[in-house]
């Protein structure tokens, strides 16, 4: 997928040079392709990815505009370093749909979003007017870092949910305090024992009335 050796070993910061070699072995025309296109979808045979644990051999495609990879099967690492990087990985239910497809057919995904948390994703080829179904290998965080459009963007949406949460927690404690008359410090223990329903009974009712205050 990305070439190794001493030449290109200094362009592994520069993605943007690199990315011109991505296939480039066995297709010199790939990046150019991909680039023109702007959005597109791999079809590879078995094991795809294998020896390309380097994460640039998943980089280098997202970055010409790679969605997705179809394929019968894929290495475990590379795996993982596509969906780190926002590319789907999807395995073919049917070999024969795989020797169906040639290179430059028009592939549609109708819903892509909607189709990922099933596990599994209808394709139309429109090329040869077929539709074939793939399934998604995926663990539920998986399944959650690819929807995100990948872990960077994951980990930002993670960080911008736990920034609000810890606004609206300081807000309550603030009112925990003053409302039952409790120091900051205790208010913040009883607003976690709140959450974790083992306070006791009869402060449940006003930590909720200022629970729904504050939504």
Same mark, same amino acid.
């Given at each position: 997928i990305t070439p190794a050796g001493a030449e290109f070993s200094s362009m592994r910061s520069n993605i943007p040079l690199m990315s011109r070699y991505c296939y480039h072995r066995y297709d010199p025309t790939f990046a150019e392709r991909a680039r023109t296109l702007g959005k597109s979808i791999i079809v590879g045979g078995e094991n795809y990815g294998q020896g390309s644990s380097r994460e640039h051999a998943a980089i280098n495609p997202m970055y010409l505009g790679v969605r997705c990879v179809i394929a019968m099967s894929i290495a475990r690492i590379h795996k993982g370093n596509l969906i780190n990087h926002g590319i789907v990985p999807m395995l073919f239910e049917s070999r024969q749909d795989y020797e169906r497809i040639d290179q430059d057919d028009l592939l549609e995904i109708e819903g892509f979003l909607d189709q990922i948390p099933t596990r599994r994703v209808t394709v139309r080829d429109v090329t040869k007017d077929f539709t074939f179904n793939v399934r998604l290998e995926l663990t539920d965080s998986e399944t959650e870092v690819v929807l995100a459009g990948g872990q960077l963007r994951y980990l930002k949406d993670q960080l911008a949910k736990a920034k609000e949460l810890l606004l #609206?927690?300081?807000?309550? !404690?603030? =009112? !925990?305090?003053? =409302?039952? #008359?409790f120091p900051s410090d205790k208010a913040f223990i009883a607003f976690f024992k709140y959450h974790e329903g083992i306070y006791p009974s009869e402060f449940r009712d006003r930590f909720t009335r200022i629970h729904m205050n504050n939504r």
């Open positions: #609206n927690t300081g807000k309550y !404690i603030k =009112e !925990i305090s003053a =409302e039952l #008359n």
